[in-house]
């Protein structure tokens, strides 16, 4: 049998410094200490002045002529004390001087060193919060400093805007990340908490009870496991169905769940969706990425809902032409169901209320019914049979997959689509088993990183547009950024060398990191699709109005309504002036929502400058050749 080990016997001694270290943390305790110690000090002192008393010698007066006396009374001069008074008395002086030094010393360390550390526990971001009315975001991404900007400009009116940022990085990190990326946001105030979101007693600190909404980030690699706990500990702390979690996930199970699990109070997003979805319209139709980022940002025309008290009896044929600065897009009926684009026969209810894109919720105004325009029957000839597309796409990750499955949705039969990748990034098994249905015949080539066969592969045959992505699996963003500008730049060489007078081929490219955004634009390309930027517009969208989750789903979804651009020609007569109106009418003999136009001689000097979102009724335009309608309908 082992002998078990005796416990050393602690000495008395040692006990007492052991919990003399440990109550020296306790600021009431090293005060009571400099107490206990001043006393004794006090009693040996009035000794040592009894003492030094009854010693004759030592109360004698000096002698001042003597060299002993010149170093003495310089020596207490300068320690602050100097006099003629006989030795003992000097020497009590000298002992009550290092006294007052060693406590003096002693309690302005203590006061410091608790400055010091209420300091640092300030930098630490471990106060708490006792504001309300905040948005609160949970977790640390590329995406706070784009939803911080939106949140800037959508609360521009508001008195006193504030958010609120919770995480584990330390507050310097989180404050310096802030003020160089995030720039100037006008009146909104950031206030950051450094803590656990998933635990909820340090949730409590930032007053979860009082904010209006709650952003969750997704910045964790490992899945969604530390979102779901975060919403977890958000329940644990407040049980406030009015405050609406947006949550950033991976998985679109998790996300069914957990909305269903709280009765619709989370919101999730896929950031991949977003990215998959809006890159595959910008790769459709020239502009329709501009439209896109449009609707998604708070700096123009947004989609707001107003009450459909004067429509209650009229159809949305009507609604649409009601309203001369704000564009109708769909209903939202008595029961909260949203519907984008419904039939023109949809009759209004009482509680209904109308989706609109207006550049302010009070611009969705009802004008009068437009009666000359509904009677017209002057439309144009009805669209064409749409050719077999071509696209070809350089560069390869996980999100392309995603992409194009989004983009096969919208190609007409006959549509090929070729995929360039480097070889030492993207392994051939990745792409060889590719299908997105019998509409779509989908190739593949490995290359190295040699121009030529990049060039070679870019001249086989003419393609509609050329698709940019960033290898955003196999290295850094910065990397994949640089390859994909350097891919641009390439691209833009061998269109330059093309024959003169020959269309050359769209460009579309996916740019990772926002704050390359300004530079791909310097390398050259017709429309750019800024990856962190987008899941951040929608989020910061859906944190404002919870309401805009269901519209944006609908429109970005290949199923149902969708945006579309359609060639003017198949609208109205070129070179004729014509009310928009007008055009909003013939849109809706098609059974579609007209939003706005785009003039593609403006698109040669700035993309954003070509779309005309959201005009007034009464303007009057002259379409051209390569001119667009935009519409919200069915895709053809």
């Given amino acids: 049998m082992i002998e078990q080990p005796k416990a050393n016997n602690v000495g008395f001694a040692r006990t007492l410094r052991y919990n003399f270290d440990n109550s020296l943390s306790r600021p009431g305790a090293f005060i009571g200490y400099v107490f206990i110690a001043i006393i004794i000090l006090a009693i040996a ?16 007066p000096l002698d001042s002529g003597t060299h002993l006396f010149a170093f003495w009374d310089a020596f207490t001069k300068i320690l602050g004390f100097g006099s003629t008074d006989p030795w003992g008395t000097q020497i009590v002086q000298v002992l009550y001087w290092a006294i007052g030094i060693a406590i003096s010393g002693a309690v302005i360390g203590f006061i410091s060193n608790m400055i010091t550390r209420t300091v640092a526990q300030l930098k630490l971001g471990k106060g708490p919060v006792i504001e309300s009315g ?49 720039g100037a946001m006008g009146k909104l105030k950031v206030i950051t908490r450094t803590g656990d979101p998933t635990n909820p007693a340090d ?39 009015d405050i609406h979690i947006v949550a950033e996930l991976d998985d679109p199970n998790i996300g069914k769940a957990l909305s269903s699990a709280t009765n619709g109070q989370v919101i999730a997003i896929r950031s991949h969706d977003v990215i998959a979805r809006v890159t595959a319209q910008a790769s459709r139709q020239p502009g329709l990425a501009t ?30 032409l009601a309203f001369n600065t704000a564009s109708v897009i769909g209903v939202v009926d008595a029961q909260g169901r949203s519907h984008v684009n419904p039939s023109p026969s949809y009759q209004f209810q009482n509680g209904d209320k109308v989706i609109a894109i207006a550049a302010d919720d009070d611009k969705v105004v009802f004008t009068g019914f437009r009666g ?110 640089a390859q994909t500008m350097l891919t ?99 849109g809706r003999s098609y059974g579609e929502s007209v939003i706005g136009y785009r003039v593609h001689a403006d698109a040669k000097s700035s993309a954003s400058e070509a779309v005309k979102l959201n005009p007034s009724k009464t303007r009057m335009f002259t379409p051209a050749t390569g001119d667009g309608i935009i519409v919200i309908g069915n895709v053809e």
């Avoid at 508001?158 to 310096?176: C, Y």
């Avoid at 997959?401 to 993207?426: D, N, R, Y």
């Avoid at 121009?451 to 003419?462: I, R, V």
């Fill in 488 to 586: 641009m730049l390439q691209m833009n060489q061998l269109f330059a060398a093309q024959e003169s007078g020959v269309e050359p081929t769209r460009l579309v490219a996916e740019i990772l990191d926002s704050r390359k955004a300004e530079l791909a634009r310097v390398a050259g390309t017709d429309d750019l699709v800024v990856s962190d930027n987008l899941a951040a517009l929608l989020i910061a969208q859906v944190a404002e109005n919870p309401a805009l989750a269901g519209i944006f789903e609908d429109l970005f979804d290949a199923d149902g309504a969708s945006v579309n651009i359609r060639p003017i020609q198949h609208y109205a007569p070129l070179g004729k002036d014509i009310e928009f109106a007008q055009l909003v009418g013939i």
């Fill in 203 to 241: 949730l409590q600190r930032v007053n979860v009870f009082g904010a209006k909404s709650i952003i969750i980030l997704d910045a964790d690699a490992s899945g969604d496991a530390k979102v779901v706990s975060t919403v977890l500990a958000i329940k644990a702390v407040t049980v406030n169905p």
């Fill in 134 to 182: 905040h948005t609160l975001i949970l977790g640390w991404s590329n995406l706070v400093f784009p939803i911080l900007k939106e949140l800037a400009i959508a609360n521009a009116n508001v008195r006193k805007p504030k958010v609120v940022i919770f995480s584990t990085l330390s507050r310097d990190a989180m404050e310096g990340d802030i003020e160089s990326r995030a």
């Fill in 291 to 320: 439209v896109v980022l449009d609707l998604l940002d708070f700096d123009g025309d947004e989609i707001y809902f107003a009450d459909a008290g004067a429509l209650v009896g009229r159809t949305y044929s009507d609604a649409i």
């Fill in 45 to 60: 002192m009035t000794l040592v002045q009894a003492t030094i008393g009854a010693i004759s010698a030592l109360n004698q």
């Fill in 372 to 481: 000359d325009v509904a009677t017209r029957t002057d439309t144009a000839a009805r669209k064409a049979i749409r050719e077999p597309e071509h696209l070809l796409v350089i560069g390869w990750s996980t999100m392309g997959h995603s992409v194009l499955k989004e983009v096969s949705a919208f190609l007409p039969m006959g549509s090929t689509v070729h995929i360039v990748a480097q070889s030492k990034f993207v392994a051939p098994s990745q792409l060889s088993q590719l299908d997105f249905g019998a509409n779509v015949l989908v190739t593949f080539a490995s290359v190295s990183h040699n121009l030529s066969e990049l060039t070679a592969a870019a001249s086989a045959k003419k393609y509609n547009e050329i698709l940019i992505l960033g290898y955003r699996n196999s290295m850094s963003q910065t990397e994949a950024d």
